[in-house]
């Protein structure tokens, strides 16, 4: 057990009385050591029991506990990913064993509030905002600080200033694999002289990061959408001009971009958690352009084939959504963090086929009348009465992202169950989930 797991104290606003939030229950992946509060032992009984009876992770289909007037229908796959358990592993150990160093992370670890908050309690200082504000100067670290990177990565940059400092970047570097592998894969492309395109958002930390060491090799411009992937598809054709692309995409283009040389061979690598279907309808898109432009006898000399760069976590728990939603259901709660771009994603597919709120914790699930929610399009705190449906039974699809804790998710399912009345008790609802973990 992780030493400090005896100390910490559950996350606010936790249901903790409930007896089922307080066990860790065994993983039969790489074991990554997550505090006890971020785990949820409910959750964890639907997701060994679906482990048990589908270790190949064929069957997408939603798990369905069903409390009589309330079912809840939750995705096959969502939560804590492979990068995000590894970053909060490797952060809460530097706490553990370096009690009396200072302990910095370059700013948010993942984008969920209650990990960070957390964090901070525990005394870890955040040098940057998560836009990039510098909010502790660098030239204030000393050789013996611990600096965290987190599981977005880093930019060249920044790992220069830290070394300035004598501060070794690499010591305490939680940099997600799969976004090593985007980089890889740019560098990879970028020695035979593709343009990256990289589909992202230009301010995430992980673009950024990813932005700065694929410029190493190569030109790169940035795309948000598939309308931005239009506007690039139009000057590769001639129908906008180069000066409209230097001036469209100033903040997102490498220094000395030159359109004329550098959109004659492209390869398309994205932010690890952008829509998966999205990034595949910007490489068609663009490969479409580069077919029509040179031919299709010379299009591997025009267009790099980069299929693989979408992260496994992304993938799954965009299909794991569809497959959700596809279910049926009557309304969407989606949990996580409100600046996390990939839960940002499981909103946006729900919200095409069901009224969906985006909620950060069971606090914003106020009463069956009142639900607090994110406008992650206009970035704004909503408000919705009546947001619970009045007919019984009814259906709760739910789901979260991938830097979201599982007792979170568990404590909105346990609120929600507390606003209808005659809901069977979760024990028993529970009960064959448990059989069928207790196999595995
Ligand atoms: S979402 Fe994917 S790339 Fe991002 S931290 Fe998780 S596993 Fe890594």
Partial sequence: MHPLEMQRQPLPNLPCGHALAQRTLPRPM????VPVFYRSSLIAQVKDARRTSDPRKRDLSPSVLDFGPVRFKIARHFGFCYGVENAIDIAYRALDKHPDKRIFLLSEMIHNPHVNDDLINRGVRFLRTTQGEQLIPFETLEAD???IVPAFGTTLEVEEKLRAQGVDPVAWN???????KVWKK??????KQYTIVLHGKRYHEETRATFSHARK???????????????LADVILGTRS?????DRFADRLSEGFDPARDLERIGVVNQTTMLATETAAIAA????AMREKYGDATLDQHFADTSDTLCYATNENQTATQALIADGGDVALVVGGYNSSNTSHLVELCEKVMPTYFVSSAEDVVSPHLIQH?????KAHRETSDWMPEKRPFEVVLTAGASCPDALLEAVLIKVLGFVPGAYPVEAVMASFATAASTA
Avoid at 174 to 180: D, G, H, L, Q
Avoid at 186 to 191: F, V
Avoid at 285 to 288: E, T, Y
Avoid at 374 to 378: G, L, P, S, T, V
């Fill in 374 to 378: 994110f406008d992650y399009r206009a």
């Fill in 30 to 33: 790489r074991q990554f050591d």
């Fill in 145 to 147: 600080d611990i600096v």
């Fill in 174 to 180: 939680t940099t997600c694999p799969f976004v090593e």
């Fill in 186 to 191: 740019s560098e990879q492309i970028g020695r």
């Fill in 242 to 246: 180069h000066a409209f692309l230097l």
């Fill in 285 to 288: 898109l663009l490969r479409a």
């Fill in 217 to 231: 090799e190569a030109s790169v411009v940035v795309v948000r959408d598939l309308e931005e992937a239009q506007l």
